[in-house]
Each structure stands twice: as C-alpha cells, then as structure tokens.
C-alpha cells in the first residue's frame, strides 16, 4: 500500500522519480514473471481463439540432436525432438558447415496424411536449398506426425493450426534454451506453405515478436471459415465443427476469433507472398486478399506472382529461393 501512494503521488507531482524506492521496478518485474509462470500450461488451446493463443503460456524445452542422417560438404543434417509444452516433437535440423552461428528459419510444411508422413517431408528442396546458403533451418513435424506424440485434444473441432503453430513456436523456445553455439537465436525466420502458410500467420499475429522475417508460399486463407469449408470433407468422421462453432454467417464472431485475418493489424514482421496462377489446391485470390489486407494496414508485404506455376514451383523454383534468399538475408542481417 505505501509503494502504492508514493506512486499515485508521482503522477500529481514532477521530478519525484526519487521518492521511489529504487528496487520497485525490479519487484515489478519479478511480480510480473511469477504471474507468467502460476499461468496454466496448456497442450491443446483450451479457448479456440488466436486472442487466446496470443496469451498462452508457451514452453519450449528439451531440445535433443539425436542422430546425423546426412552429412555432405555443405551441412549436416540431423533428426531432432524438442518438448512443446510438454508434448514430445519431432523434426529435423540442417546446420551448415563452415564459421557460424548462422540465422535461423523455422519451416512450417503443408498439410501430408500423417500415415504416410516422413520426418522432415514437406520442404526438403528448400531445406536444402536455405543450409547451402547459410541458414540453419529447423523443420518441425507437428504433433502427431512421425515420432511426435498425437494431439491429446479430443474434441473433434477445427482449430486452425493453433496446436501446429504452438509447435512451431515452441521449436523457436527450445533451440533458444539448448543454446547451440553454431545457431543464431537472435536472428529468426519462417518459411510456410500452404496449410504451414496459416500456421505461419497465426504465429506472426498472435506473437509478432518471434520472427524477423517471413515467407508465405501459396498459404492457405486468412479466414479460417474458407479453409474449413474448402476441405470439410477431409475433416474426420464425428467433426463437430459446425455443431460448436456454426457457420460464419450464423455465428461470425466465433470464425473471428478463430482467424487470423482478426489479428492482421498485429503482424510487426516484414512479409513475401508467393503464389502461382495455376495453383488447383489454394485460389490464387486468397494471397491476393492477404497482399490487399496487409497493404491497407500499412504492414511491409511484397507480392510475387508466378505465371503457370502450381502449388509446388517448378520452371521458376529457382528465383523463388533466389527471392526469398535475398529477403531472409537482408532482414536477417546482424
């Protein structure tokens, strides 16, 4: 109570910052780092909004290289796991040869049946491609894919990539904490495509801090109501999306929140948009949405549109990483 109305009193008055025991800020602090850390850890979002998932508790821990599975003149490549709050996680690791720490990307790959699902599948031509060129790049399976542990949710609700993108932010916690000295923590990117594109922007609106710099390739919709509808069918036997949530129509407020189109003005990340005009899986009209949603909130995005490509590039594969290559370095810069 006394720290209390000496405080007050600073407001009425000027030049009282001495009234002020020194050690107030610091109790603050330690006040506020206490609260985080009584916060709830969480496995599954129990509030399927990205308000929400922007307030979680995240931890990130464990980091284990487990084996080298490739080994060349230009990196190596190992299998990794990490703890996302608690639940173990799989992946893979390229760390480059040669004097480091190089930056960090985090990739987020596209939606894969996880029965026929490999460590690592998804993205292994930019992989490779981004550890020739002097990143580290961190490519996290997600929960329930390869040797991660299944999702413990049980509630049959489409949840828009929240858990994933838990999982890829929580890669970004983990490497932080295991401290290799050859990686760079301090200088992070992502890379998602397709549904990894929607798991990329919801870590980029709901903790705009984590990354310096992102690639979006032929991403999903911002409005988590038209990947829903795009591909219910693929939703599992018993869904209860609908019985839950409603339609966007009947009930808009609930699709809001699950959407990171809600929280677009947040993004604080430089942001490259690719899409190609043949692509049959994501319209090419969603990544125009987005461009045209960014640039309205001042946001830095740049649009690439490649004629005649589909979802996964070919004849103009190479100047998309030369591109993205160009952006991550620049904004990666030390």
């Known amino acids: 109570m006394r720290i209390q109305l000496m405080l007050l009193g600073c407001i009425a008055l000027t030049g009282c910052k001495a009234l002020v025991p020194p050690n107030v800020a610091s109790d603050q602090a330690m006040e506020a780092s206490t ?30 290289l487990e084996n080298t599975l490739d080994d060349n003149d230009a990196y190596a490549r190992h299998a990794i796991s990490y703890r996302s709050n608690g639940l173990k996680i799989s992946g893979i690791l390229n760390i480059p040869k040669g004097k480091g720490p190089f930056p960090l990307l985090i990739f987020n790959h596209g939606y894969i049946d996880p029965t026929v699902y490999t460590r690592g599948r998804g993205l292994k031509r930019e992989q490779d491609y981004m550890a020739r060129h002097g990143f580290a790049v961190l490519h996290t399976d997600y929960r329930g894919h390869r040797e991660s542990d299944p999702s413990p949710d049980t509630r049959e609700i489409y949840d828009a990539g929240f858990e994933y993108a838990m999982d890829s932010m ?15 923590t301090k200088r992070i990117g992502m890379l998602g495509h397709s549904l990894g594109g929607g798991v990329t922007l919801n870590v980029l609106t709901s903790h705009p801090e984590l990354v310096s710099a992102a690639v979006l390739y032929a991403p999903v919709h911002s409005d988590a109501w038209e990947n829903f509808v795009r ?42 948009l690719f899409h190609g005009t043949n692509d049959k899986d994501v319209p090419i009209a969603w990544s125009e949405f987005l461009h045209e949603k960014l640039t309205s909130f001042g946001k830095k995005s740049t649009y690439v549109v490649y004629e005649g490509e589909g979802h996964e590039y070919a004849g103009q594969w190479q100047d998309f990483m030369r591109t993205s290559g160009k952006f991550l370095s620049v904004h990666l810069a030390q």
Not at 240 to 266: F, I, K, M, Q
Request: aromatic residues 6%; hydrophobic residues 45%; proline residues 6%.
């Open 170 to 184: 929580n890669a970004i916690y983990a490497i932080r904490a295991a401290a290799l000295p050859t990686i760079d």
């Open 35 to 64: 609260f985080a850390s009584e916060i709830a850890i969480e496995q599954v979002p129990s509030v399927l909004s990205i308000d929400h998932l922007s307030s979680m508790r995240l931890v990130g821990s464990d980091f284990v």
């Open 231 to 272: 591909w219910r069918k693929e939703r599992p036997e018993g869904d209860r999306t609908v019985a839950a949530l409603g339609t966007r129509e009947g009930n808009p407020s609930a699709w809001d929140s699950l959407s990171s189109l809600s929280r677009l003005r947040e993004i604080k990340t430089p942001v490259l």
